[in-house]
């Protein structure tokens, strides 16, 4: 695990394995701490900017300097921070991803930094710090838990420390303040990466109970296949009965102290499929293997719980009330699965015909949704799934597709997410859409019309579990959870989307 430490002092006398400097595009006279590293390395750096061959300094670029002995630290890796007018924190999250996968590539493992925005970037220490733990954790994120390294194909190396260099002593303890957040908002963020990216074997609906129930601050509450029958789950199980895997859910819970007045109760609703198959609907051969990341709403509800509790633990409570809700369960075409055609009673007593037993998120999340406001009335509620390949055909990997009851919420949500480095798009919930959810023989059919509006027909479904004018929310992360680009700080497969949105919007922090 990367530990993060703050060391007073100069650049140019550090000891580690790599020293990350930074400046923006265009410049071409490094000054302060990356100036000083300069004039160590008699102006390689300067020399190089001015030949222009390789660095500009663009957001993101990076560029390695071997020191010859020069300094205590074999290498100088320079990072961009593209053009200074447009600064921002995605830049600062960006600028520390990339610059630490070029010490993984250097095989370093302790790692000096300069903190990147603190200076002309004009962030103060502490939100600088922040960010800059956030995207070195993202950065060097990596995924061998099955992978058995051969020869001349080693991974990346794990960065197992990551100094501050920073002269002024009455910043230091706003700058470790600051890392210790970003450093738990990093780590949950990875935590979710590793669910969804692991196998549906190993990610079963009762490993990720254990999961909840190990974490640390929260409290924890789980009902059982008997206890979902009790409640009158129908919708939730008619998914859950083709699996010999035994479905939960999960129900977890965190509260201000006494000291602080509670503002309102927010619930967290997370799609927790660990693997569909479609059921009888069966989805085609290609591509299913993928489908083992249908947990990544859950799996991102599950994170960001864990990391309140230890947000708590560090002396940083919420001023309100979070309560985290994964129902969990495998779809699958075993001989007591679901039927085209059948009808079943949710939760909330509204009757579903079943048309499409591939479209079974909504069903898990109807009867979750109804628990939730049956348990603890929540004042919002927030879902999260990947519910629809309709919202992949709409907003591909680059957002997430939003819709709800609530437009202050929607907005706070949205701008909380571009904060957070993640982009939510509202997309319609038109009374037109209703036409598609009416069955013959049942209150609600569980998918409309195929090819049409697909992802504002789901969140409609959903909005018939909503009850009175209560705050909701729906995140259809479907394309961003799982991406096929690979950037600096969002690596190829598993993206853990949604847990710094749910962070940044229930802390307020900014960018």
């Excluded at 999260?384 to 680059?398: D, F, H, P, S, Y």
Aim: charged share 20%.
């Amino acid at each position: 695990m990367t530990e993060f430490s703050v060391v007073r002092g100069d650049l140019v006398g550090i000891d580690a394995d790599a020293l990350i400097v930074n400046l923006f595009e265009g410049v071409i006279e490094p000054a302060g701490g990356a100036g000083a590293v300069d004039q160590a390395l008699n102006r390689a750096i300067g020399k190089e900017l001015a030949a222009g061959r390789v660095f500009h300094g663009k957001l993101g670029d990076t560029c390695v300097f071997p020191t010859y002995g020069a300094l205590k630290t074999p290498y100088v890796v320079m990072v961009g921070l593209g053009k200074q007018a447009q600064f921002n924190g995605a830049a600062i999250r960006r600028a520390a991803a990339a610059a630490i996968r070029a010490c993984q590539k250097l095989r370093a493992r302790s790692v000096a930094t300069i903190l990147h925005g603190a200076g002309a970037g004009g962030f103060d220490a502490g939100r600088a710090a922040r960010l800059l733990a956030e995207g070195t954790l993202m950065g060097a994120y990596q995924f061998l838990r099955y992978k058995t390294p051969q020869r001349g194909d080693l991974p990346r190396v794990e960065i197992e420390r990551v100094a501050i260099v920073e002269r002024d002593a009455a910043k230091i303890a706003e700058i470790e303040a600051g890392l210790g957040v970003g450093a738990i908002t990093g780590r949950a963020v990875r935590r979710a990466r590793d669910w969804v990216s692991d196998s549906a074997n190993a990610i079963t609906p009762d490993a990720m109970r254990q999961l909840a129930e190990g974490l640390s601050g929260v409290s924890c509450q789980v009902l059982s296949r008997a206890d979902l029958e009790k409640s009158g789950m129908g919708a939730f199980l008619s998914v859950a009965k083709g699996s010999d895997a035994p479905p939960y859910l999960v129900h977890l819970s965190i509260t201000p102290p006494a000291s602080v007045k509670s503002t309102k109760t927010v619930a967290l609703v997370g799609k927790g499929i660990t693997f569909d198959s479609g059921g009888l609907s069966l989805k085609p051969p290609a591509g299913q293997e993928l489908m083992k990341m249908d947990m990544a709403g859950a799996a991102a509800v599950l994170a960001s719980m864990g990391a309140l509790g230890e947000l708590a633990q560090a002396g940083l409570p919420l001023n309100c009330r979070v309560d985290g809700f994964l129902p969990l369960c495998e779809n699958m075409p075993g001989p007591g699965a679901s039927k085209p055609g059948d009808i079943v009673r949710a939760m909330s007593g509204k009757t579903i015909e079943i048309n499409n037993t591939d479209a079974e998120g909504r069903l898990i999340l109807a009867d979750a949704i109804t628990y939730a406001q049956k348990t603890v009335s929540p004042d919002e509620i927030i879902d999260l799934a990947t519910l629809t390949g309709a919202c992949i055909t709409a907003l591909g990997e680059a957002a997430a597709g939003i819709m709800g009851s609530n437009q202050p919420l929607i907005d706070a949500l949205r701008a909380s997410g571009e904060a957070a480095g993640e982009k939510l798009w509202q997309l319609p919930l038109y009374e037109e859409y209703e036409e598609a959810l009416k069955s013959d023989v049942a209150d609600l059919i569980n998918a409309g019309s195929k090819g049409k509006a697909g992802t504002a027909c789901a969140a409609m479904f959903l909005k018939h579990f909503i009850e009175g004018d209560r705050a909701w929310a729906h995140l259809d992360i479907a394309g961003p959870a799982w991406t096929s680009a690979d950037r600096p700080e969002t690596p190829k497969g598993a993206s853990g989307f949604g847990v710094r949105t749910l962070l940044y919007y229930l802390y307020g922090w900014q960018s």
